[in-house]
C-alpha cells in the first residue's frame, strides 16, 4: 500500500537554526498538510498546501515557517531560526480530496532543539 | 472554536473484550470526522473516516457511529486483541477551513 514517507526520522539542531523537513506524499495525492505534536500534548495543524500554494494554515504557522513543493513529489516544511519550543514531532499528511477521502500521515520526524 | 475530546484518557481491558472509545466535538458543523490509530513513536493510521452524512462506517471489527447533532461520536472495537494496543484519536474537519482538529486520544491496552 503507497505510504508517506518523511526523512529525517530524527532531526536534532541548535536553537537560532534553520532545518527543513521532508516529506513525500503519496504519488496520485493532491493535498498537503503538515502537523506538528509537542510532547503529551494534541496533534495540531500548520498548514494545508493545494495546487502549488497554500490553502490554509493556522495561528502556529507564522512567518518563521514555509512550506513548498520543489519538484513533483517531494512536499517540505522549513523552519527558521528554531526556538526550543520547536521541538516536536512534525507530521506529513496527504489526501487525494479534501473531504471525502482520509487523510494518510507518514511517521513523522522528532524535531529536537538545543 | 471547535474543542474536540476523548474519554476515557486510558483504558485497560483483558483481551477479548467488546469496547467503546468516545469522541465529542463542541461545533456541529463538521464535513466529517476520522478516527486514527497512533502506535508509540509512530504517525497515525487511518482507520475509518464518517462524512457528516453518516451515521457509522465499519471496517472489520471496528464501527464508528456519528451523531452530529448531539456533538458525538464512538469508535467500537469488538473481540479486543492484544495487537489493538495503541492509542487512539479522532479528528474532525469542519466545512469551513481545512484543518483538522484533534482530541487527546484514548490510550488503549489490551491485556492478554
Known amino acids: 500500500e503507497p505510504e508517506v514517507t518523511q526523512t529525517p526520522s530524527h532531526q536534532v539542531t541548535q536553537m537560532g537554526q534553520e532545518v527543513i523537513l521532508r516529506c513525500v506524499p503519496i504519488s496520485n495525492h493532491l493535498y498537503f498538510y503538515w502537523y506538528r505534536q509537542i510532547l503529551g500534548q494534541k496533534v495540531e495543524f500548520l498548514v494545508s498546501f493545494y495546487n502549488n500554494e497554500i490553502s490554509e494554515k493556522s495561528e502556529i504557522f507564522d512567518d518563521q515557517f514555509s512550506v513548498e513543493r520543489p519538484d513533483g513529489s517531494n512536499f517540505t516544511l522549513k523552519i527558521r531560526s528554531t526556538k526550543l519550543e520547536d521541538s516536536a514531532m512534525y507530521f506529513c499528511?496527504?489526501?487525494?480530496?479534501?473531504?471525502?477521502?482520509?487523510?494518510?500521515f507518514g511517521d513523522g520526524t522528532r524535531l529536537s532543539i538545543l | 472554536k471547535q474543542e474536540v475530546t476523548q474519554i476515557p484518557a486510558a483504558l485497560s481491558v483483558p483481551e477479548g473484550e467488546n469496547l467503546v472509545l468516545n469522541c465529542s466535538f463542541t461545533d456541529s458543523a463538521i464535513y466529517n470526522l476520522q478516527w486514527f490509530r497512533q502506535d508509540p513513536g509512530k504517525g497515525l493510521t487511518s482507520l475509518l473516516l464518517i462524512q457528516s452524512s453518516q451515521r457509522e462506517q465499519t471496517s472489520g471489527r471496528l464501527n464508528a457511529s456519528l451523531d452530529k447533532s448531539s456533538g458525538r461520536s464512538t469508535l467500537y472495537i469488538a473481540a479486543s486483541q492484544p495487537g489493538d494496543s495503541a492509542t487512539y484519536l479522532c479528528?474532525?474537519?469542519?466545512?469551513?477551513?481545512?484543518?483538522?482538529?484533534f482530541g487527546a486520544g484514548t490510550r488503549l491496552t489490551v491485556k492478554p
Open positions: 479528528a474532525v474537519k469542519e466545512w469551513n477551513n481545512n484543518d483538522m482538529r
Open positions: 499528511a496527504s489526501s487525494q480530496g479534501v473531504a471525502l477521502e482520509p487523510q494518510h
